[in-house]
């Protein structure tokens, strides 16, 4: 297993020959699955008794084991959006919080949240869709406490209709999901688009401090082969903007898939203005 293992970032681990563990600080845990085709990140943000997990990884590997070693007393469990890779392993936690968006409110059977085929995109992978039991409903905009740690859910369509990002002032952290994240970033997907996605990065740019850092819920792994969670800047941000306001400008006729810079491409499809 070790020889077929990527490298790791110097400060992370391997847990359950799966997971590479890396500590953005004291309390704030990224959590990757490097093995898996897309590279995913979630993240366990703690304070006092208390955690938050942003996303249950792909479900290749249950997550939970890996959590529950790290976690706090009370753990709530937040997905940024259904797509089917974020979703893996979400039937074994409770409490679950979702962004109380139309989009997802319309997804609702009783107290069951079962998203469409166009939120999921799994079932072409040969995913069951998933039977989400929604605990709490968390606006966009509001607060989300984890002990003394205050997250704002803002929601950040683009990519899909019902992405949410985290943002932290107090460490100046934004955590992404799929809005922003080193490798090709989806707008032609069911769902995505791109006018929305300007529109978020414009929200963003005026919202955060020039030094906020972002992370994001997918992470190639660096010219030097390493995997990490992958932080981006405001400056990458900026330069999604303007490749999303070139595009929404001056749409293309063919889907192709364009540079943003040297830590970012964007998926285009004509057929998601
Ligand atoms: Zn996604």
């Given at each position: 297993m070790d020889d077929n293992r990527p490298l790791l970032a110097p400060d992370a681990v391997w847990e359950e020959d799966w997971?590479?563990?890396?500590?953005?600080?004291?309390?704030?845990?990224?959590?990757?699955?490097?093995?898996?085709?897309?590279?995913?990140?979630?993240?366990?943000?703690?304070?006092?008794?208390?955690?938050?997990?942003?996303?249950?990884?792909?479900?290749?590997?249950?997550?939970?084991?890996?959590?529950?070693?790290?976690?706090?007393?009370?753990?709530?469990?937040?997905?940024?959006?259904?797509?089917?890779?974020?979703?893996?392993?979400?039937?074994?936690?409770?409490?679950?919080?979702?962004?109380?968006?139309?989009?997802?409110?319309?997804?609702?059977?009783?107290?069951?949240?079962?998203?469409?085929?166009?939120?999921?995109?799994?079932?072409?992978?040969?995913?069951?869709v998933p039977r989400i039991s929604v605990t709490e409903w968390v606006k966009p905009q509001s607060w989300i406490d984890v002990g003394t740690r205050r997250l704002q859910v803002l929601h950040t369509p683009g990519h899909s209709p019902d992405s949410i990002s985290l943002w932290e002032p107090a460490r100046k952290r934004l955590f992404a999901a799929d809005f922003l994240y080193r490798g090709a970033l989806y707008a032609q997907v069911p769902g995505a688009?791109?006018?929305?996605?300007?529109?978020?990065?414009?929200?963003?740019?005026?919202?955060?401090?020039?030094?906020?850092?972002?992370?994001?819920?997918?992470?190639?792994?660096?010219?030097?082969?390493?995997?990490m969670a992958p932080e981006l800047g405001m400056s990458d941000l900026a330069d999604l903007a303007a490749m999303l306001e070139r595009l929404v400008t001056s749409p293309p006729?063919?889907?192709?898939?364009?540079?943003?810079?040297?830590?970012?491409?964007?998926a285009y499809s004509p057929e998601r203005p």
């Open positions: 997971f590479a563990l890396e500590t953005l600080d004291a309390d704030t845990l990224a959590i990757g699955e490097p093995l898996y085709f897309q590279c995913n990140w979630s993240y366990l943000i703690s304070d006092g008794d208390h955690s938050l997990l942003f996303d249950t990884g792909c479900g290749q590997v249950p997550i939970s084991p890996v959590v529950n070693r790290h976690r706090r007393a009370g753990l709530k469990v937040l997905p940024s959006h259904m797509h089917y890779d974020h979703l893996g392993g979400i039937g074994a936690f409770d409490p679950v919080i979702i962004a109380d968006l139309p989009v997802l409110r319309a997804c609702v059977d009783g107290e069951v949240l079962v998203p469409t085929e166009d939120l999921f995109l799994g079932t072409k992978h040969g995913l069951a688009s791109l006018r929305a996605y300007y529109a978020s990065c414009q929200m963003l740019l005026e919202l955060l401090p020039g030094d906020a850092a972002i992370f994001g819920a997918h992470g190639q792994p660096d010219a030097q082969g390493r995997s006729a063919e889907a192709g898939e364009f540079k943003v810079n040297a830590r970012m491409n964007l």
